[in-house]
């Protein structure tokens, strides 16, 4: 790849970021034409955003997957659900929904009025969520698009808006987890790869110069707070959780499991 296809700092890459200008590389642009061949990319985009994005990537060439395997990959249920559409649109517009779903032993709840906020793509069980708030019982919801069986838009009213996502954002603060992890120096060459295995949370990098260290602290719900640990775990020794004492404790936890498993060899098993 031409080095200067792509600039790799990532305090440039934010300031650019900030100023509305996005920096795409052939080899991303190529990617994004192969994507753009999925049998969801049709259901996924309306046909004229998929025609002007075809038109712009026409000179691209996709990419040549012919050679790829993937090993050991967990079954993907769902690419793209027909409910995102409508789903985001009551979102994006600030309005109420009438949703119908499924619950536990088949039974339908239907007609519930409810705030939607949030869709969620769970990286665990592969499956799309819709975080609500159900205004009757007063509580958030997290519903499988798959039990969704129909949902209508209503108008809200902007004062009431206000108040319903205020009460949201207080019960989202509670269950939100933080954990700030360092990046080792010595790895700060691989900061691409490292934000690419917490892409899925929202997360703020800073960057302090005089010790040349990158710290990336993450922002997620605390039932996500074990994919954390486990990705923290791939990364290995590129990172350390310096501030998030429930993820700090787990992770000594299980380093002393691991350790205990063998922590006593037989000395031939050396010597031999």
Known sequence: ???????FNYQILSKLEGSGTLIMTAHER????TMLEHP?????????????????L?????????????????REKQVYHSYIRPLRQAITNKNLLYISYKIKG??????????PYKLEYSMVKREWYLL???????????????????????????EYYEQLIGIVQGLMKKRSMSANILVVPEYNGELSRILYAFSCF???????????????????????SEYVLSKTRF??????????????????????????????????????
């Open 235 to 272: 990364l290995g020794k590129r990172v350390r959780i310096i501030d998030g004492e429930h993820l700090r404790r787990r992770m000594l936890e299980s380093a002393t499991k691991s350790l205990a498993r063998y922590a006593q060899f037989d000395e031939k098993f050396y010597l031999e």
């Open 106 to 115: 088949g039974r339908i709840c239907t007609e519930q009025r409810g705030l």
């Open 30 to 33: 190529s990617w994004l034409k």
């Open 1 to 7: 790849m031409n080095p200067f296809e792509k600039i």
């Open 202 to 224: 929202e997360k703020e990098v800073s960057y302090a110069a005089d010790s040349n260290e990158y710290t990336i602290q993450l922002h997620f719900s605390s039932k996500d």
């Open 132 to 158: 609500w708030y159900h205004i009757n019982h007063r509580m958030l919801m997290s519903t499988k698009l798959d039990n969704v069986t129909g949902s209508s838009e209503q108008v809200c009213p902007t």
């Open 40 to 56: 969801a990319a049709a259901v996924a985009l309306s046909p004229e955003t998929l025609i002007q994005m075809n038109t712009i």
């Open 58 to 74: 026409e000179e691209d060439q996709s990419l040549d997957t012919g050679g790829l395997l993937h090993k050991a990959a967990s």
